[in-house]
């Protein structure tokens, strides 16, 4: 999966399967480094892994085949 985000643009990832996973973090940027990149940011909202867990478990049951 291919994943952009725009610039200016809070994100980060959270693998919540059991499996590995793989994230390149590529920047495509000419010319000197922006400051802004390197400075941390308040969390705009707070969040819980264990609440993002069951989100996914919830979606993935409403998403699954019907058995006949």
Excluded: W
Aim: net charge negative.
């Amino acid at each position: 999966m291919v994943v952009k985000i725009p610039p200016s643009i809070p994100h980060g990832a959270i693998n919540l399967s059991q499996d590995p996973c793989v994230l390149v973090n590529a920047v495509l940027r000419h010319g000197d480094p922006c400051e802004k990149d390197y400075r941390p940011l308040n969390l705009p909202f707070p969040y819980n892994l264990q609440t993002a867990q069951q989100a996914l478990e919830q979606f993935e049951k409403s998403i699954a085949p019907v058995s006949a």
